[in-house]
């Protein structure tokens, strides 16, 4: 059962949101603004697209979620709760000493399929699972989100090789690209343009979005594969730290955690926009 289903898709990445502020606050955490980079995208995903079942995590024939870029698990989290996982009230132990809540994505929450942390990890773990299910001949699909500045990684482009050649396409990867990494402009540190011509000119049948767009995003989606026979690669074109404006595009975001007068702005400006 989809207990998102019912609530529009706006207030779900509200929601999101929230908790990451929240979240974040409490622990005195860090990667907010990666977090809200990608709750519109989430908000989709566990409102609309994915086939999973919070009474029966393990369920053989889910569709598989990987958060590659694991230091936004917050975002994750919070989604996973309010789709009936765990109570939300679980995620007042995010960060905090004891917790299974880590700063970075694990096994052993239900509903998150991969512990991530060191990038680079999520999109050959995917394919994997992408080619162990062509092989048992099973429907669900693979959805793995990566940042733009994880496509440093050679790793992830071993994977995107590898995913076209063995006709992968029940494999979609989806690259959060806020054109920041921890250290500066992506396109500073190393330069990914042209991205979306990058990952065609591998074999994948690629769009590029508007992250924020919750029409685009769906549409993006429930479109998937794009070709037969291909994976599909989802460029969405996002700001980091969305949602809140002194948070939009700044890279002190990365790091830095919503506390004291910066923690009562964000909440004003989430419910203000809710």
């Not at 980079?37 to 053989?60: C, E, F, K, T």
């Not at 870029?69 to 007042?92: N, T």
């Not at 921890?182 to 343009?193: A, F, N, P, T, Y």
């Amino acid at each position: 059962m989809n207990i998102l289903m019912d609530l529009p898709v706006k207030e779900v990445a509200f929601r999101i949101r929230r908790h990451c502020i929240v979240m974040t606050n409490r622990a005195n955490a860090a990667h907010i603004g990666s977090s809200l980079s990608i709750a519109d995208i989430l908000a989709v995903l566990y409102g609309r697209i994915l086939q999973v079942d919070s009474s029966r995590p393990a369920w053989n024939d889910r569709d598989r979620f990987i958060l590659s870029k694991g230091h936004a698990c917050a975002a994750l989290y919070a989604v996973l709760a309010e789709r009936g996982f765990y109570p939300c009230s679980d995620l007042d132990t995010y960060y905090q000493n004891g917790t299974k809540f880590a700063g970075h994505t694990m096994h052993n929450i239900p509903g998150v399929e991969l512990s991530a942390g060191s990038l680079g990890h999520g999109l050959p773990v995917a394919t994997g699972m992408a080619l162990a299910a062509k092989r048992d001949g099973k429907a669900y699909r693979i959805f793995c989100m990566l940042s733009d500045g994880e496509c440093d990684e050679g790793a992830v482009w071993e994977s995107a090789l590898f995913a076209p050649h063995h006709k992968l396409d029940n494999l979609v990867v989806i690259v959060d690209y806020n054109k920041l990494q921890s250290l500066g402009r992506v396109e500073e540190v190393i330069d990914l343009k042209p991205l979306a011509e990058k990952w065609r000119s591998f074999g994948w049948a690629t769009r590029e979005i508007n992250g924020h767009d919750l029409g685009e995003i769906e549409k993006s989606l429930t479109d998937i594969p794009y070709e037969s026979g291909r994976p599909s690669c989802i460029i969405a074109h996002t700001i980091k730290g969305k949602g809140v404006s002194y948070m939009e595009d700044k890279l002190l975001w990365h790091y830095r955690a919503p506390r004291g007068q910066d923690f009562e702005i964000a909440m004003a400006e989430l419910e203000k926009n809710r």
